[in-house]
């Protein structure tokens, strides 16, 4: 999943993306309106922390933007206005949460992670590829009923795979979703991250296996009798 953080305050960003790293979020930052509108119109993003006072302008404004696009992701208010009125407006504005500062890093992961299990969200509850089983909440992967503990990464392409069954993935749409904008990229590391996990998933006995389309990405199948 990627996470948007349009937040003004550097070292609120460096905590928030320190704490949505950890949680399994790949997470970009934008410190005006006018960056976050730029982001926000070239990358997939699965959901946005949003400051309302942003030196270029009101985030109420991108939430009217947001509303009358049909860039539809879900948007956790955090802010330090904390009066009632405030609350209804950013709400009123289609925020689908609000928190205010101070706050406690685990209760922002727990409600963007509420926000994308809604319907429609990029959080299910449970995937299943042949024996593979994968909690999407709890990050926990089963080859039946073994646990097999995966990084963070290769958690997510097996997550993105499962959610595309029986589909090509391409290699470019696993890059955008697992890294960050300032994460150091390497040409071969998708590749890596697959290799490994393929070995992983052999090795358990998965009767899902990972496909390479040369050129293009990588599928994943549910393997028969």
């Known amino acids: ?17 320190e704490a949505l790293s950890r949680a399994g979020f790949a997470a970009d930052s934008a410190s005006r309106c006018a960056e976050a509108r730029e982001a926000l119109s070239l990358t997939p993003y699965d959901a946005a922390v949003l400051d309302l006072g942003l030196p270029d302008g009101d985030g109420r404004a991108l939430l009217t933007d947001l509303q009358s696009s049909r860039n539809k992701i879900p948007v956790l208010v955090l802010t330090a206005r904390d009066a009632v009125e405030d609350r209804v407006s950013g709400l009123d504005a289609g925020a689908d949460d609000y928190l205010v500062k101070p706050f406690a890093t ?3 992961i727990a409600r963007l992670r509420a926000l994308l ?30 646990a097999l503990p995966l990084p963070r990464r290769e958690g997510a392409i097996l997550e993105h795979l499962m959610r595309r069954l029986g589909r090509v993935v391409p290699k470019t749409v696993l890059e955008e979703r697992l890294y960050g904008v300032d994460d150091e990229l390497e040409s071969n590391a998708i590749p890596v991250h697959v ?18 389309v040369r050129g293009v990405g990588y599928l994943l199948t549910e393997r028969r009798g």
Not at 3 to 15: C, F
Not at 196 to 209: I, Q
């Open 106 to 108: 685990a209760e922002v």
């Open 1 to 17: 999943m990627r996470i948007l953080v349009i937040e003004d305050e550097t070292r609120i960003i460096e905590i928030l993306q």
């Open 117 to 146: 299990r809604r319907p429609g969200g990029a959080l299910g509850v449970t995937l299943q590829a042949g024996n593979v089983s994968f909690d999407t909440i709890g990050r926990d992967v089963r080859i039946g009923v073994t």
């Open 195 to 212: 290799h490994h996990l393929r070995r992983k998933l052999e090795a358990a006995g998965a009767t899902a296996e990972i496909h390479t």
